[in-house]
């Protein structure tokens, strides 16, 4: 079966392992700034590139609004926190990019810890929670639906691109080995 909560799950992955770089990346502080930085602006493109155009996108635009179509319960509980994290999430990486912008590495590492945490623990909601959910409100052609409709928006996105941020991660993992 064509499943969209897979493909969520799949990208939450890929996700993980962005955050595993983000936390890990403090240690180029001490040895190598420029390195530290060019990783860190790497790190932000990936995050507002493929954790909140691509995945952010497909749960905000699809899979939220038909689960909030189902229960009212779940629009003003869970689904809400939902979009309430993203939208912080977009501020938190905001304001990485200014402590960067400013070469303070220190504060700039601070706030991507902070915000690492806060997606770690977004995303274990999400998987714990909110899909499991979803699985139990959809029938099987209802999630072939959403499936396809998740696949229209990552060709109308680019497909290509999408394989090009994920091989860019591997790329960053080796520069902080
Ligand atoms: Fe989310
Ligand atoms: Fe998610």
Redo the contacts with the bound molecule.
Sequence with gaps: MKSPVKVLFDEHDIILSAIAIAKDAGRLIENNEAAYEILIRELIGFFREYADQY??YK?EQILFPEMSKKNELLEEGVIQE?FE??TDFRSMIKSIEIFLNSKDYVQAQLELNNYSEALLD??AV?NDEVFQIAETLFDTDELEKIFFRFEDCDRELGDANKTKLVNQLKEMQASIC
Excluded: C, P, S
Aim: a negative charge.
């Design positions: 995945h952010h749960e939902m994290h993203h977004h995303i999400e």
